[in-house]
């Protein structure tokens, strides 16, 4: 019986070994390329994490800066921030924070640089979208209406899309063009929630171009309706 036991472990040995020569090799190599994934994919979790509590201190020092007014010490940060870290979103906020610290101190110019930058490199669309609002405003400001236009040109983030509409509607209005003007405005008003105050402001600049108010909220009201048919 012990004899028979042995033949049977030997042989169950024999095909472990003829297992391993035919597929050992490919299994050691899977086993290294996912124990070498894993490790490679929590070093970018270390570095991702590491990445963003040195953004966060440098923002804090944009913060700091900006509160006290320092524009030469937000300005540096910044500058270290766009280096540095030019992916994260504490760059992109330090960028608007250095554009209101520009704005506040006059300098249109340095304001509309930090505008650009967050406008053009920031990862999150919506600060991306705060971007290029205020820098259309901005632009306003210095009569530069085309530019401004540009600005607020093409598909704008859902959450932002009234919003876009109602400040093209102000450029138009500035540029003469009233039936322009009338059409974003209304987009604006169709886009706004009922009872919201900034649709009430909408409203008003309707009102002055001549629209009622009446019609845009039977209008309104109907889009719906006519869009489940």
Known sequence: MAKHLDLEEQEQLDQLKHFWNTWGTLISSVVI?????????????????RQAGQAAALFDAVDVAARSG?????????GDLKSKYAGTVQAAQ?????????IDAGNADSAKEALVWVAEHAGDEGLK???????????MDQKSYDEALKQLAGVAPVEFGAVFADR???????QGKRSEAVAEYTKAYKGLEEGAEYRRLVEIKLGALGV???GLAVAAAAAPAEGAK
């Open 33 to 49: 390329v996912v124990a070498g994934s894993l490790a490679a994919w929590n070093g970018y979790q270390y570095w991702q994490a």
């Open 168 to 174: 093209r509607g102000d450029i138009l209005v500035l």
């Open 70 to 78: 320092d524009q030469a010490r937000v300005t540096q940060a910044f």
């Open 212 to 214: 009622p108010p009446q």
């Open 94 to 102: 330090a960028g608007l924070a250095v554009a209101k610290v520009a």
């Open 129 to 139: 979208a705060i971007a290029k609002l205020r820098l259309a405003s901005v632009l």
